[in-house]
């Protein structure tokens, strides 16, 4: 079965920490390359991190520093830590692979929103 579930959103001012975390099917998460995503309104959809299975990163220039994503290969799960957070980073924060396209299937997401 397919499936993805993004969790660990909601609400934080400026300058704060969230974590956020993605349970993934065995059958996407075998796949390797593992990222998350975020689409804020009115705009597309971006990568704004990526974790190799061995543990190798690349982040996008505007979270570099601030994000950190990890993953857990034994529980199918990644995660992305979120720290000095900014009104810009308000979005829906999706994971999937890093191949993911407007096709694939793409869970719920988890909506983050970073107040003033």
């Known amino acids: 079965q397919v499936q993805l579930v993004e969790s660990g959103g909601g609400l934080v001012q400026a300058g704060g920490s969230l974590r956020l975390s993605c349970a993934a099917s065995e059958s996407i998460f075998r796949f390797g390359v593992m990222g998350w995503y975020r689409q804020a309104p009115g705009k597309q959809r971006e990568l704004v991190a990526r974790?190799?299975?061995?543990?190798?990163?690349n982040y996008a220039d505007s979270v570099k520093g601030r994000f950190t994503i990890s993953r857990d290969n034994a529980k199918n799960t990644v995660y992305l830590q979120m720290n000095s957070l900014k009104p810009e980073d308000t979005a829906v924060y999706y994971c999937n692979t890093d191949k993911a396209t407007p096709y694939t299937y793409w869970g719920q997401g988890t909506q983050v929103t970073v107040s003033s």
């Open positions: 974790i190799t299975p061995g543990g190798s990163t």
